[in-house]
């Protein structure tokens, strides 16, 4: 009885079925067997009884399956909204990266990895130059392609390891772990050079893009505010250079 309430509609019948012919079959061997014990009657009155019983146990079993499976597709639900629900939370609807909640999330936890291992990790703010100009000359829409190419090439640049999030207008923060300054501003050196080599096509027009970025190291011990502040004012000075270059704040 208690079984089948966890069982299908379509089992539940089946095992109503089966108990029902099984008892039958009991009841028929006791009247054919023994007549004088087992009246015909009675034990036909209790066969009828045992098929209302038996009928109405499986419907029910019937019901608590249907509930089930609607609770099952509404926790279902629930999950596709929750996980749609964090991802609008962390990714730019835009680009498609991280977005600065998020990035500031993984770079906090990255400080805390690097206090305990001790390892070195480096940051870098990535800025489109000229940005305001192709939004003026080429319009808006064509300046969201221009983000979402540099997403790309900056996405398709870097480690697999590392990351890169949109961080606001047209600033990139990128991370890189486990690396020295020096292969840090190499890996940011790719990446502007692959910058320069992806034009932006938009409707009739075909423009380039440039970028300068600024690395810092992450000093133990820091703030990650603090290490984004001297990425900013490398990236300060590469702009402030020509454009089109990478800066590292431990050099200037």
């Known amino acids: ?18 108990s029902v012919l099984a008892f039958g079959l009991a009841m028929y061997s006791g009247v ?15 066969f009828i009884c045992l098929i209302l019983f038996v009928c109405g146990l499986t419907a029910v079993s019937q019901r608590v399956a249907a509930m089930r499976d609607r609770l099952r597709a509404q926790r279902a639900e629930l999950a596709a909204a929750l996980e749609r629900i964090s991802l609008l939370a962390t990714s730019d ?3 498609g990266l991280p977005n600065r909640r998020a990035m ?4 906090e936890r990255e400080r805390q990895r690097s206090d305990r291992a001790g390892h070195a990790w480096c940051v870098a703010i990535l800025d489109i130059d000229h940005f305001k100009r192709i939004n003026d000359v080429h319009g808006h829409a064509a300046g969201d392609e221009a983000l979402r190419v540099v997403a790309r090439v900056c996405a398709t640049t870097i ?4 990351a890169v999030a949109r961080w606001g207008g047209e600033e990139f923060v990128l991370l890189f ?25 938009f409707g009739a027009s075909t423009f380039g893009l440039t970028a300068s970025i600024g690395v810092a190291t992450h000093q133990r011990g820091d703030e990650i505010a603090q290490t984004l502040s001297r990425a900013d004012r490398a990236l300060y000075t590469a702009k402030v250079a020509g454009r089109d270059r990478v800066r590292d704040a431990a050099i200037g």
Not at 32 to 46: E, G, H, K, S, T
Not at 104 to 107: G, I, K, T, V
Request: proline share 6%.
């Open 1 to 18: 009885m208690f079984g089948m309430f966890g069982l299908r509609a379509v089992q539940a019948w089946l095992i109503g079925g089966y």
């Open 32 to 46: 054919r067997a023994r007549p004088d014990i087992y009246d015909p009657r009675v034990q036909l009155a209790y």
């Open 93 to 95: 609807d835009l680009t």
């Open 104 to 107: 500031s999330e993984l770079l």
């Open 159 to 162: 480690r697999s390891c590392d």
């Open 177 to 201: 772990r486990d690396v020295d300054p020096a292969h840090a501003v190499a890996a940011a050196e790719r990446i502007r050079a692959s910058v320069a080599a992806s034009p932006v096509s």
